[in-house]
C-alpha cells in the first residue's frame, strides 16, 4: 500500500512569487491536512480538506490556500511568497471523521530567496 | 492558548530507558499522540493514546497519561542508537476535527 506522496521534495523560489505544493493521500483516505514546521513556530496546522471541503483552517494569511480534488489528491498554494515561508510543507492523509491515525508524507522543503 | 510544551533535549546511553515528557493544555482533548521525526524525513506515528486511559505499552514504547495534570510521558526501554530523532506530542481536541496541536519537540541522543 503506497504511502502519502508529497511532490517536489525540495523547491526554491524567489520572494515575491507563488508556488503549488501536491500530496496524494493514501488510497481510501479522504481526509488531507497540511501542515508548516520551521525551526522557530514548530509544527503548525494549516488546513484540512475532507471531501473537497475545506473543514478546518489555522491562523495563517490569506496568501495561503488549498483545495482538494474529487480523488482527494490535495494541493496548497502559496501566493507572493516571503522569506518566512521558507519551511517544511508536510500533509498528512486519514480515513476521514471517526479514524485515529494519521499517515504523513515526507514533505515538501520549500527556501524562499 | 494552545501550547504543548517538551523539553527540548534529552542524552541517553545505549540501552537505558528514555523518558519523554510533554505537558498539553486541554483536557478535552480526545487522543494524544506520539511522532519521531529522523532528519530529513516526516512524521512517523509511534503510538496514540486515548484520554480515558492512564496507560498504553507497546513492545519498547510504554505511554502514561496523567489527564489531571496534563501530563503525558512517553517511554522508551532499552533505547538504541536508532531512536535518535526528535520526538513530538500532539493533542486532538475533538473527533470532528483532524487538527492536532503538536508539542515543540524533543531532541533525543542516544550515546554508544
Known amino acids: 500500500k503506497a504511502g502519502v506522496t508529497q511532490t517536489p521534495r525540495y523547491l526554491i523560489k524567489t520572494r515575491g512569487q507563488q508556488v503549488t505544493l501536491s500530496c496524494s493521500p493514501i488510497s481510501g483516505h479522504r481526509s488531507v491536512s497540511w501542515y508548516q514546521q520551521t525551526p522557530g513556530q514548530g509544527l503548525q496546522f494549516l488546513f484540512e480538506y475532507f471531501s473537497e471541503t475545506q473543514r478546518n483552517k489555522g491562523n495563517f494569511p490569506g496568501r495561503f490556500s488549498g483545495r482538494q480534488f474529487s480523488n482527494s489528491r490535495s494541493e496548497m498554494n502559496v501566493s507572493t511568497l516571503e522569506l518566512g515561508d521558507s519551511a517544511l510543507y508536510l500533509c498528512a492523509s486519514s480515513l476521514g471523521d471517526s479514524s485515529i491515525g494519521y499517515t504523513f508524507g515526507s514533505g515538501t522543503r520549500l527556501t524562499v530567496v | ?112
Open chain 2, 1 to 112: 492558548g494552545e501550547d504543548v510544551e517538551q523539553s527540548l533535549f534529552l542524552s541517553v546511553r545505549e540501552g537505558d530507558s528514555s523518558v519523554i515528557n510533554c505537558t498539553y493544555t486541554d483536557s478535552s482533548s480526545t487522543y494524544l499522540y506520539w511522532y519521531k521525526q529522523e532528519p530529513g524525513a516526516g512524521l512517523q506515528l509511534l503510538t496514540y493514546i486515548f484520554s480515558n486511559m492512564d496507560m498504553k505499552q507497546d513492545q519498547r514504547l510504554t505511554v502514561l497519561l496523567n489527564k489531571k495534570d496534563k501530563h503525558l510521558s512517553l517511554r522508551i526501554a532499552d533505547t538504541q542508537t536508532g531512536d535518535s530523532a526528535i520526538y513530538f506530542c500532539a493533542e486532538r481536541k475533538d473527533g470532528a476535527t483532524n487538527k492536532l496541536i503538536f508539542g515543540t519537540g524533543t531532541l533525543l541522543a542516544v550515546q554508544p
